[in-house]
Every structure is written in C-alpha cells, then in structure tokens.
C-alpha cells in the first residue's frame, strides 16, 4: 500500500507530505473488506487502519516532502483510465442499446423506427464520438511527453457523463427490462456512477479545467 502521509512541517506553515510503502502482514496495517457496494462489486475494496504501524526509513518512495506533487502525477494518469472506461461503457450502452430497439417491437415495427427512440440513439453517437476523440488528443499528448492535465481532466469529465447520459437512454429504450439484472443496462447503470467520482469529481475537474484557461477558481 502507499499511503501519503504527514512527515513534518514546511517552511511556509504548510504540511511536509510524503508517499511511504506499507507492506501486507506489517504488524497494525489492517485492511477490512468492504461489502455491499452499489457497483464494482468484483473490485477489492477495504477500508484501511493503521495502529502504532511503523515502517523503516527505506520504504520512503522518492524524495521525503514529494508526496503531494508525487500523487498529482498519478492522477493525470489514472484520469485517462477512468475515461477509458467511461468511452467503453458508453459504447457498450449503445451496443445493447441499437441492438434492443431493432429487435424490440411495438404498433407492428422495431422501436427504433420511432423518431423520439432514433433521436436518442443518434445523440449517443455522437456524444461516443466526441468523448473518443478527446480521449485519444490526452492519451496522444501524454505519449508525446506534452503536457496533458488540462486534457486528461476534460477527457475523465466529459467521457464519465456521456457513460451516465447512454446508461440512461439505455435504460430508458429497454423499458421496464432495462430495470432487470438479466440485461447488460441495469449493471451499467450502476457501475457508471463511480466515475463520476473517482480521480477526483466531476466538481474537481472543472476546477481544474478552470484553472488551466486563466479562471482562478478556488
């Protein structure tokens, strides 16, 4: 496990913080498995404790004091991630989506034909598109050693809510089906929620993003 954690105080009054590795079966790290959760139930969650749990002063990652610059790095990254999922889940809504509304029929003709249904379909297109597109600019710039915060940032924003807007219009064009844990929508309908949240909120994006165009947001 790394943990950030306060190694002292700097200078300026502000905390001193540092990444440290805490290995498995180190006496007073416990990790208590957590059950019950809405979506991701495959992933291994736990909350963690750490009583009177002391490490040496090798399991400090990089220089003491670089914690927090440390973690930045790895949020830029890890944002291209959660949008990755975003675009997979996404396409996969639309997947079922298209294949449910050709094959479910209503007044004798697929519900697809019905305008209000093509519209919804078309719109989840087109947001797929955009998201791969700016998705594939971050991870391109990224790969290119440029500076890419800015875009990893809009790409996690925007790819994780196209995912809820599809997962909705999925839902919706399944009707009461799409309510169901036989269908593929019902489950990514919960599991889209979490990346609304991790790596940092959709709140904590548009901060971002605002800092990187001139908008001093606090």
């Given amino acids: 496990m790394t943990v950030l954690a306060k190694t002292g105080q700097r200078g300026d009054g502000k905390p001193e913080l ?22 991701w139930r495959s992933s291994n969650t736990a909350e963690l404790y750490f009583e009177d749990c ?7 990652l990089g220089p ?5 610059h440390q973690m930045m790095q790895t949020l830029d990254g890890g944002r291209l991630s959660i949008a990755a999922m975003g675009l997979g889940g996404a396409q996969g809504c639309f997947d ?11 007044f004798g003709r697929p519900i697809a034909t019905f305008q209000t249904n093509a519209f919804k379909l078309a719109d989840m297109a087109m947001e797929i598109e955009c998201a791969r597109l700016l998705l594939y600019k971050a991870c391109w710039l990224r790969d290119g ?11 996690k924003l925007y790819c994780s809510e196209v995912m809820y807007r599809c997962a909705n219009h999925a839902v919706q064009l399944h009707g009461g089906y ?23 909120t959709s709140e904590v994006q548009r901060i971002v993003i605002a800092r990187h165009i001139g908008a001093k947001c606090l």
Wanted: some cysteine; charged content about 30%; hydrophobic content about 40%.
């Fill in 145 to 155: 050693d440029m500076a890419f915060s800015k875009e990893a940032a809009m790409a």
């Fill in 54 to 60: 002391r490490v040496p002063k090798e399991n400090l």
């Fill in 96 to 106: 079922r989506a298209v294949r449910y509304a050709n094959e479910r029929e209503q």
């Fill in 178 to 200: 799409g309510l169901m844990k036989e269908y593929d929508v019902e489950r990514f309908y919960r599991d889209q929620k979490l990346l609304e949240i991790g790596e940092g």
């Fill in 64 to 68: 003491r004091g670089n914690g927090f």
């Fill in 18 to 39: 540092s990444c440290i590795l805490v290995e498995a079966g180190t006496p007073g790290f416990t990790a208590r498995a957590m059950h019950g959760k809405m979506m």
